[in-house]
C-alpha cells in the first residue's frame, strides 16, 4: 500500500502530522539533542509518535585563590 503514495504525497503527509504533534506536545525538538520518529501502520490503524527531550545540565564551580 505504500508504493502507492507518491514521494510528495508522503512528505505533505509528514509535515501535517509532524505539526499535529507539535500541538500536542510544543517544542519537543527544540531541545539540544532531541529527537523523534512516527510510525504509521495503516493496516492495523495505528499512529505512534515517540519523541525524546534532551537535557543538558552544566555545573560551574568558581575557585578563587589557589
Not at 500500500?1 to 503527509?13: P, R
Not at 493496516?43 to 527531550?53: W, Y
Request: aromatic share 6%; glycine share 6%; charged share 30%.
Amino acid at each position: 500500500m505504500a508504493s502507492e503514495f507518491n514521494e510528495d504525497l508522503a512528505k505533505e503527509i509528514t509535515v501535517v502530522v509532524l505539526k499535529l504533534v507539535d500541538l500536542r506536545h510544543p517544542k519537543w525538538s527544540k531541545g539540544e539533542g532531541a529527537y523523534g520518529r512516527i510510525d504509521w501502520n495503516l493496516a492495523r490503524n495505528e499512529l505512534v509518535h515517540k519523541h525524546h527531550r534532551r537535557t543538558v545540565t552544566i555545573t560551574t564551580t568558581e575557585h578563587r585563590g589557589l
